[in-house]
């Protein structure tokens, strides 16, 4: 019954999360609105990955693949970046 | 040297200073070509098996260590020198040039329109004063096109909705090509213009308006032939009928033409002059509305002038 | 690297639970590119045109938002939580479970329905501006994706139906799984982008 | 041939011998599988040759000659697209690698042959797709830059389309293939024991599955900017046209080693083989593999040097440009050492293979021409950039091609070539290739922009004689082919082992039985022991 109550524990912590950054949202942080969403959605994305998606039990193999597009992805966005602001 | 690079040779400062990059690569090149082309060709040769020879016992060389760090280090260093040298050159050609005259260019298709500080436009043909630095400021009405001038060893893409620049440094006289270097659509390969660079004396009378008044003096069907002519029309328009991006204007005239909507229209002063100032207004039947304004850039004298032109194209 | 060296045993037709998720984990690397090009072009345009966002996000209504991302939340469970089923071989709990998340899978597209025809009847559309275009391109690929975890799924339901799956072998249960909670993960994001930030 | 084994049991008969159309078309075999994409690119390699043609046919003459200026735009634009995204990227990988990546690793087929199956699908309805788009023929440049792409009257839309269903074969190819390397290698075969061609192809797989979607995205926005006017790429909306270029050459330049890095694996194999001699430096020539496919994701700029793009992102795309110099060296270094001292046959494979490290030298040493950037501003969109490509796509990729297909061929058919006229097609071939091309790079840095139908008379000399050569390379073409087609059924019976090569296809009998192996052979050590007693063994 282990994972069944893992799996309910997550579930409550994204409801949870999805709350808070819900509620945040209401309050004028600037530039720290855009940081706490984007964070909070890391962290349930994390979550999800980890333990929905069985992460946390795969191989090293199974981690590269799922880290590398993030790699790439950051390639992307920095390489167009340099080009959109500083032209 | 010059010769060898290009048709005309380097004509402006930086353009020397990119040719003497090209020699730098090339003269890596070269070397790597004959080495390794002449050891593939050495080994291919002097190691093949000869007729009737029995198999060899080859060496098992599987790696070099030092030989192997060679073929990273060597190439390392050359490559980043290419880099930095290509760097400071390159650098030198988009650094603006302080005290440079203002040039605006808008590129649509298919011509280029070069307006001077004094608000006078010109059409597929740029003429600058020799040494005196020159700021292009380059936009599109519609694609993406780019300016190239191979004497200049420069180029720039221009773009609808923002602004790009070039900075110019004639060092000789001459007439130079300038072509559309980005694929822009049906007549990109008659995007085509001059770049004119005259005497500062040459210069300031053509600014001055001298030449403009000798022109406004020439008979109006004389006036209309070179302003068709300057004016980028041969791009779309051909004089002996064939039919291009858009109708020939032989015979043109006087004609009854079919509009894209069906209904016709007399190709008379009157349609002559919409067509120039407004082509989107009635746009024959068959053809593309691309046709850019000339609103601003031909006076109603000029207008009129090249209708006189038409007329006499039976 | 030559640990994992797997060494196939008989005909390798037969698919090995580990070949099949090495498969569906490059495949999310491709899924989470395709989505990348928005996500990219969502920074750019961010970075470029902050009040438009802003303004753009007024408009979204937030309530669907948070509704359809806590109906993905609760499909993910009813997903996992098959899994965890059927590795005890308890088939009926496991199509329960699929059952319930396609039916939620269906509450979000509905749901999505709504929001949309809402934005139409408002004149919010495509074209509108960057905002919108990026808002229903992005939403609109994900909902497609929805669609087909929904298609993935529904298969599942039916081959579970016909007792193809065991305690032993789950290992399309499984890859399924992954591949709706990547669906989930990438709402995620898009939630807080365009309903909380813009 | 195996004569007596193949009655034994139908997994042991020749993958070739039960026929019928939709034995073919259901097939799981990777063989046929193979051999089907292998029919298909080769087709649309003819196709946009002759398309090539075309365009040299009308640059005869600096005026208008056989076409309008708006047939030739379609003619360069078919001539790019089809050979880039019908014949160049899925050739080698799909066809050569379907067929080859199982034997070499000695498995019986790959991870997921229904997915295989399914993606060559994929691709045949992706060119149908494409097919239907040529009634408003395609007028673009295969590079589709925006905003033309986005307002002429030809049919993006649909080849927009078209192009995503082939991309997503791409993609399942590469899922396939990585999967089937990581997880179906025989008993024995570690990592470092691999043959060179499987390290380039798991590369290219990388590249394919990396890459790929990101092209599938942009083509979807172009498609929606049409039909729905989302302003991404539009500058009367915002948009910007410079993010098209971004999107379009993140994939498009780690895609030109989706195109060469197969060709140099082929040719990896096939130069120890007639060297009879170990292949240098096997490390550093399966990381530079590596090292290639990651360092293309960093240097998608330098296609955009002139673009507008800001001068900080120009520098640094120049710099990390150079970074794919370096592991590229590596590999030619490293091809040469391994003839040094061997005892060279130069059969038809291993002339190609030295063509192509002959050709691939000269468009390798112009890249820094094009990757410096005061150069690059200068000889970028002229027909030296053309020269520059064809020199490393035609010269490299598909001269691999062709030394694949020549190596082979005996594995593939059960035939022998005729060598004799191989040898004549090559010669051809080599020479046509380098008056066609290399009086390109002459006219590129006389100023000659690319994509022009007509062009100022002065470069009249150097197009007529490419004009010329092409004629030439159409004959070398022609040869081989027919060469190809006739030996296919007329030539010699091969054995199993015609060029006592010591990687795994070659324990296999000549064609392949459906499950490749009898047995699935346990390896012992790396392919490459020709030297001494290995090359006595191979025989």
């Given at each position: 019954m282990k994972d069944y109550r893992i799996y309910f524990i997550v579930w409550g912590s994204l409801l949870a999360l999805t709350f808070v950054t819900w509620r945040v949202s209401y309050i004028d942080l600037g530039v720290l609105n855009v940081v706490a969403a984007m964070v909070i959605a890391s962290v349930k994305a994390s979550l999800v990955a980890l333990y929905f998606m069985h992460l946390r039990n795969e191989s090293r193999l199974v981690w590269g693949f799922a880290l590398f597009p993030l790699v790439f992805l950051s390639l992307m966005i920095f390489g167009t970046l340099s080009d959109v602001l500083f032209r | 040297m010059d010769q060898i690079l290009s048709v005309q040779g380097a004509a402006s400062r930086v353009a020397g200073e990119v040719d003497s990059v090209f020699i730098y690569i090339l003269a890596i090149g070269m070397f790597f070509f004959v080495l390794t082309q002449g050891a593939l060709i050495y080994f291919a040769f002097r190691y093949r098996r000869r007729k009737g020879e029995k198999d060899k016992d080859t060496p098992d060389i599987r790696s070099n260590l030092a030989l192997e760090a060679l073929f990273v280090v060597i190439p390392s260093v050359l490559v980043i020198s290419i880099f930095y040298y290509g760097f400071t050159v390159f650098m030198q050609m988009r650094a603006p040039i302080p005290g440079a005259t203002g040039i605006g260019v808008v590129a649509k298709k298919w011509l280029w329109e070069f307006t001077y500080p004094d608000g006078r436009k010109t059409v597929n043909e740029l003429r600058i004063p020799v040494g005196k630095p020159v700021e292009l400021n380059m936009t599109s009405e519609d694609v993406i096109h780019s300016l190239y001038i191979p004497d200049y060893r420069d180029k720039q893409d221009i773009l609808p909705g923002r602004y790009t620049q070039m900075w110019l440094l004639p060092d000789r006289t001459g007439d130079f090509q300038i072509f559309c270097a980005e694929y822009c659509g049906e007549g990109h390969s008659q995007m085509l213009a001059r770049l004119i660079v005259m005497e500062q004396h040459e210069f300031d009378e053509w600014y001055a308006g001298k030449a403009g008044e000798e022109l406004a003096a020439m008979p109006p069907a004389a006036h209309g032939e070179k302003l068709v002519k300057d004016s980028g029309c041969l791009s779309c328009h051909s004089l002996d009928g064939t039919v291009k991006v858009g109708p020939s204007l032989k015979g043109l005239y006087g004609r009854t033409v079919t509009l894209s909507d069906g209904s016709t229209a007399r190709a008379d002063d009157d349609y002559i002059r919409e067509s120039i100032v407004d082509p989107g207004a009635k746009v024959v039947k068959g053809f593309p509305n691309v046709m850019p304004t000339f609103k601003g850039s031909l006076s109603d004298k000029d207008i009129t002038d090249v209708i006189v032109y038409m007329k006499t194209l039976k | 690297m030559p640990g994992d060296a797997h060494i196939q045993d008989g005909p390798a037709r037969t698919l090995g639970y580990e070949t099949s998720k090495l498969g569906i984990w490059v495949f999310l690397l491709t899924e989470a590119l395709l989505f990348g090009g928005l996500f990219m072009t969502y920074t750019v345009y961010r970075i470029k045109y902050p009040e438009l966002f802003y303004d753009g996000h007024l408009e979204l209504n937030r309530v669907f938002g948070t509704l359809n991302t806590v109906v993905l939340i609760c499909s993910s469970l009813s997903v996992a939580a098959g899994i965890a089923a059927i590795k005890r071989g308890n088939v009926k709990l496991l199509k329960h479970c699929l059952g319930v998340t396609v039916l939620l899978g269906g509450v979000f597209m509905t749901v999505k329905y709504f929001e949309w025809t809402e934005d139409f009847a408002r004149g919010l559309n495509p074209g509108t501006d960057i905002f919108f275009s990026l808002y229903f391109m992005m939403v609109g690929v994900h909902g497609l994706h929805v669609l087909a975890g929904m298609g993935v799924l529904s298969a599942i339901l039916f081959l579970a139906g016909r007792g193809k799956f065991t305690a032993g072998y789950y290992t399309p249960v499984e890859v399924a799984g992954v591949y709706w909670h990547f669906v989930d993960l990438v709402w995620i994001y898009l939630y807080p982008m365009f309903y909380l930030i813009g | 041939?195996?004569?007596?084994?193949?009655?034994?049991?139908?997994?042991?008969?020749?993958?070739?011998?039960?026929?019928?159309?939709?034995?073919?078309?259901?097939?799981?075999?990777?063989?046929?599988?193979?051999?089907?994409?292998?029919?298909?690119?080769?087709?649309?390699?003819?196709?946009?040759?002759?398309?090539?043609?075309?365009?040299?046919?009308?640059?005869?003459?600096?005026?208008?000659?056989?076409?309008?200026?708006?047939?030739?735009?379609?003619?360069?634009?078919?001539?790019?697209?089809?050979?880039?995204?019908?014949?160049?990227?899925?050739?080698?990988?799909?066809?050569?690698?379907?067929?080859?990546?199982?034997?070499?690793?000695?498995?019986?087929?790959?991870?997921?042959?229904?997915?295989?199956?399914?993606?060559?699908?994929?691709?045949?309805?992706?060119?149908?797709?494409?097919?239907?788009?040529?009634?408003?023929?395609?007028?673009?440049?295969?590079?589709?830059?925006?905003?033309?792409?986005?307002?002429?009257?030809?049919?993006?839309?649909?080849?927009?389309?078209?192009?995503?269903?082939?991309?997503?074969?791409?993609?399942?190819?590469?899922?396939?293939?990585?999967?089937?390397?990581?997880?179906?290698?025989?008993?024995?075969?570690?990592?470092?024991?691999?043959?060179?061609?499987?390290?380039?192809?798991?590369?290219?797989?990388?590249?394919?599955?990396?890459?790929?979607?990101?092209?599938?995205?942009?083509?979807?926005?172009?498609?929606?900017?049409?039909?729905?006017?989302?302003?991404?790429?539009?500058?009367?909306?915002?948009?910007?046209?410079?993010?098209?270029?971004?999107?379009?050459?993140?994939?498009?330049?780690?895609?030109?080693?989706?195109?060469?890095?197969?060709?140099?694996?082929?040719?990896?194999?096939?130069?120890?083989?007639?060297?009879?001699?170990?292949?240098?430096?096997?490390?550093?020539?399966?990381?530079?593999?590596?090292?290639?496919?990651?360092?293309?994701?960093?240097?998608?700029?330098?296609?955009?040097?002139?673009?507008?793009?800001?001068?900080?992102?120009?520098?640094?795309?120049?710099?990390?440009?150079?970074?794919?110099?370096?592991?590229?060296?590596?590999?030619?270094?490293?091809?040469?050492?391994?003839?040094?001292?061997?005892?060279?046959?130069?059969?038809?494979?291993?002339?190609?293979?030295?063509?192509?490290?002959?050709?691939?030298?000269?468009?390798?040493?112009?890249?820094?021409?094009?990757?410096?950037?005061?150069?690059?501003?200068?000889?970028?969109?002229?027909?030296?950039?053309?020269?520059?490509?064809?020199?490393?796509?035609?010269?490299?990729?598909?001269?691999?091609?062709?030394?694949?297909?020549?190596?082979?061929?005996?594995?593939?058919?059960?035939?022998?070539?005729?060598?004799?006229?191989?040898?004549?097609?090559?010669?051809?071939?080599?020479?046509?290739?380098?008056?066609?091309?290399?009086?390109?790079?002459?006219?590129?840095?006389?100023?000659?922009?690319?994509?022009?139908?007509?062009?100022?008379?002065?470069?009249?000399?150097?197009?007529?004689?490419?004009?010329?050569?092409?004629?030439?390379?159409?004959?070398?073409?022609?040869?081989?082919?027919?060469?190809?087609?006739?030996?296919?059924?007329?030539?010699?019976?091969?054995?199993?082992?015609?060029?006592?090569?010591?990687?795994?296809?070659w324990q296999a009998p000549s064609p392949p039985p459906t499950d490749n192996f009898e047995e699935i052979p346990v390896v012992t050590d790396w392919p490459y022991s020709y030297a001494g007693k290995g090359a006595a063994d191979a025989g």
């Amino acid at each position: 019954m282990k994972d069944y109550r893992i799996y309910f524990i997550v579930w409550g912590s994204l409801l949870a999360l999805t709350f808070v950054t819900w509620r945040v949202s209401y309050i004028d942080l600037g530039v720290l609105n855009v940081v706490a969403a984007m964070v909070i959605a890391s962290v349930k994305a994390s979550l999800v990955a980890l333990y929905f998606m069985h992460l946390r039990n795969e191989s090293r193999l199974v981690w590269g693949f799922a880290l590398f597009p993030l790699v790439f992805l950051s390639l992307m966005i920095f390489g167009t970046l340099s080009d959109v602001l500083f032209r | 040297m010059d010769q060898i690079l290009s048709v005309q040779g380097a004509a402006s400062r930086v353009a020397g200073e990119v040719d003497s990059v090209f020699i730098y690569i090339l003269a890596i090149g070269m070397f790597f070509f004959v080495l390794t082309q002449g050891a593939l060709i050495y080994f291919a040769f002097r190691y093949r098996r000869r007729k009737g020879e029995k198999d060899k016992d080859t060496p098992d060389i599987r790696s070099n260590l030092a030989l192997e760090a060679l073929f990273v280090v060597i190439p390392s260093v050359l490559v980043i020198s290419i880099f930095y040298y290509g760097f400071t050159v390159f650098m030198q050609m988009r650094a603006p040039i302080p005290g440079a005259t203002g040039i605006g260019v808008v590129a649509k298709k298919w011509l280029w329109e070069f307006t001077y500080p004094d608000g006078r436009k010109t059409v597929n043909e740029l003429r600058i004063p020799v040494g005196k630095p020159v700021e292009l400021n380059m936009t599109s009405e519609d694609v993406i096109h780019s300016l190239y001038i191979p004497d200049y060893r420069d180029k720039q893409d221009i773009l609808p909705g923002r602004y790009t620049q070039m900075w110019l440094l004639p060092d000789r006289t001459g007439d130079f090509q300038i072509f559309c270097a980005e694929y822009c659509g049906e007549g990109h390969s008659q995007m085509l213009a001059r770049l004119i660079v005259m005497e500062q004396h040459e210069f300031d009378e053509w600014y001055a308006g001298k030449a403009g008044e000798e022109l406004a003096a020439m008979p109006p069907a004389a006036h209309g032939e070179k302003l068709v002519k300057d004016s980028g029309c041969l791009s779309c328009h051909s004089l002996d009928g064939t039919v291009k991006v858009g109708p020939s204007l032989k015979g043109l005239y006087g004609r009854t033409v079919t509009l894209s909507d069906g209904s016709t229209a007399r190709a008379d002063d009157d349609y002559i002059r919409e067509s120039i100032v407004d082509p989107g207004a009635k746009v024959v039947k068959g053809f593309p509305n691309v046709m850019p304004t000339f609103k601003g850039s031909l006076s109603d004298k000029d207008i009129t002038d090249v209708i006189v032109y038409m007329k006499t194209l039976k | 690297m030559p640990g994992d060296a797997h060494i196939q045993d008989g005909p390798a037709r037969t698919l090995g639970y580990e070949t099949s998720k090495l498969g569906i984990w490059v495949f999310l690397l491709t899924e989470a590119l395709l989505f990348g090009g928005l996500f990219m072009t969502y920074t750019v345009y961010r970075i470029k045109y902050p009040e438009l966002f802003y303004d753009g996000h007024l408009e979204l209504n937030r309530v669907f938002g948070t509704l359809n991302t806590v109906v993905l939340i609760c499909s993910s469970l009813s997903v996992a939580a098959g899994i965890a089923a059927i590795k005890r071989g308890n088939v009926k709990l496991l199509k329960h479970c699929l059952g319930v998340t396609v039916l939620l899978g269906g509450v979000f597209m509905t749901v999505k329905y709504f929001e949309w025809t809402e934005d139409f009847a408002r004149g919010l559309n495509p074209g509108t501006d960057i905002f919108f275009s990026l808002y229903f391109m992005m939403v609109g690929v994900h909902g497609l994706h929805v669609l087909a975890g929904m298609g993935v799924l529904s298969a599942i339901l039916f081959l579970a139906g016909r007792g193809k799956f065991t305690a032993g072998y789950y290992t399309p249960v499984e890859v399924a799984g992954v591949y709706w909670h990547f669906v989930d993960l990438v709402w995620i994001y898009l939630y807080p982008m365009f309903y909380l930030i813009g | 041939m195996q004569e007596a084994e193949t009655t034994a049991s139908p997994a042991w008969r020749g993958y070739l011998e039960e026929g019928g159309i939709r034995s073919w078309a259901s097939t799981l075999d990777h063989k046929r599988i193979g051999v089907l994409y292998l029919f298909t690119t080769l087709f649309f390699f003819l196709a946009g040759g002759v398309f090539g043609l075309l365009i040299r046919l009308e640059l005869l003459t600096p005026g208008p000659a056989f076409f309008s200026d708006q047939t030739y735009n379609e003619f360069f634009t078919m001539h790019g697209s089809m050979m880039i995204f019908l014949f160049i990227i899925p050739g080698i990988p799909s066809g050569l690698g379907n067929f080859f990546i199982p034997l070499l690793i000695g498995a019986r087929d790959v991870a997921f042959p229904r997915i295989n199956l399914m993606s060559y699908w994929l691709f045949i309805l992706g060119i149908v797709v494409i097919l239907f788009s040529l009634a408003h023929p395609m007028d673009t440049g295969w590079t589709f830059y925006t905003p033309y792409s986005a307002e002429t009257s030809a049919s993006v839309t649909m080849l927009s389309f078209g192009i995503f269903l082939v991309g997503m074969s791409s993609i399942l190819t590469g899922l396939n293939f990585i999967v089937t390397i990581h997880q179906l290698r025989a008993p024995g075969m570690t990592w470092l024991r691999m043959p060179l061609f499987i390290w380039a192809m798991y590369a290219t797989s990388i590249i394919q599955v990396v890459a790929t979607p990101v092209i599938g995205m942009t083509f979807i926005l172009l498609a929606m900017e049409r039909i729905f006017g989302i302003g991404f790429f539009d500058p009367a909306k915002g948009g910007d046209p410079l993010l098209f270029q971004h999107f379009f050459w993140f994939y498009s330049h780690p895609v030109v080693y989706v195109m060469i890095l197969p060709a140099m694996g082929a040719i990896t194999e096939i130069i120890p083989v007639f060297s009879r001699k170990p292949i240098f430096g096997y490390k550093a020539i399966a990381y530079s593999s590596i090292a290639i496919a990651l360092a293309g994701f960093l240097v998608w700029g330098h296609h955009m040097f002139v673009a507008g793009m800001s001068t900080l992102a120009s520098i640094i795309f120049s710099v990390l440009t150079f970074s794919v110099a370096v592991p590229t060296g590596i590999k030619v270094f490293n091809w040469i050492a391994t003839l040094y001292k061997g005892q060279i046959t130069l059969e038809t494979p291993m002339l190609y293979s030295l063509a192509f490290i002959f050709l691939f030298i000269i468009g390798g040493l112009t890249g820094p021409f094009l990757g410096a950037l005061a150069t690059d501003v200068s000889l970028t969109d002229t027909y030296f950039v053309v020269a520059h490509f064809h020199y490393t796509m035609m010269g490299g990729t598909v001269m691999g091609l062709f030394a694949g297909l020549h190596y082979w061929f005996p594995k593939m058919t059960g035939r022998m070539l005729d060598e004799r006229v191989a040898k004549v097609a090559w010669a051809v071939i080599v020479v046509s290739f380098n008056v066609t091309f290399f009086t390109m790079f002459i006219t590129g840095v006389e100023g000659m922009p690319r994509r022009y139908a007509e062009y100022p008379a002065q470069y009249q000399t150097g197009n007529v004689i490419s004009s010329i050569g092409s004629a030439f390379l159409a004959i070398g073409v022609g040869i081989m082919f027919w060469n190809f087609i006739r030996c296919m059924y007329k030539g010699a019976p091969a054995p199993a082992n015609p060029w006592r090569g010591l990687t795994l296809e070659w324990q296999a009998p000549s064609p392949p039985p459906t499950d490749n192996f009898e047995e699935i052979p346990v390896v012992t050590d790396w392919p490459y022991s020709y030297a001494g007693k290995g090359a006595a063994d191979a025989g």
